[in-house]
């Protein structure tokens, strides 16, 4: 069975960086769109940015531009997510989404995902 495992998580003080993976068990990764998004408990799945199957395309939420940056190596079926200048606001359990949507434009909602990984854990401190 295919799996998505993400990785990378942490706690780090307010200013740090931390770099999420998105590990693919399958042999199709290139095929796939992948979407990182975050939740925090009572909220609902938020989304922080997407990248398209070659990796020419990104997309990201207002709340990250400048900050984070999404990329993936078809080669290693992984995506990334570099995270610097964190900040509390940030923290939450991160995951990553798959689809095979055709871009553009790059879906930014959960309910086009149909692939989750278990999320990673992000805790910053002020």
């Known amino acids: 069975q295919v799996q998505l495992v993400e990785s990378g998580g942490g706690s780090v003080q307010s200013g740090g960086s931390l770099r999420l993976s998105c590990a693919y068990s399958?042999?199709?990764?290139?095929?796939?769109?992948v979407g990182w998004f975050r939740q925090t408990p009572g909220n609902i799945r938020e989304f922080v940015a997407a990248?398209?199957?070659?990796?020419?395309?990104?997309t990201y939420a207002d709340s990250v531009k400048g900050r984070f940056a999404i990329s993936r190596d078809n080669a290693k079926s992984t995506a990334y997510l570099q995270m610097n200048n964190l900040a509390p606001e940030d923290t939450a359990i991160y995951y990553c989404?798959?689809?095979?949507?055709?871009?553009?434009?790059?879906?930014?909602?959960?309910?086009?995902?149909?692939?989750w990984g278990r999320g990673t854990q992000v805790t910053v401190s002020s």
């Open positions: 399958g042999r199709t990764f290139r095929f796939y769109v």
């Open positions: 989404g798959f689809h095979r949507g055709s871009p553009p434009p790059i879906r930014t909602t959960p309910d086009a995902y149909d692939s």
């Open positions: 990248i398209d199957q070659g990796g020419a395309g990104t």
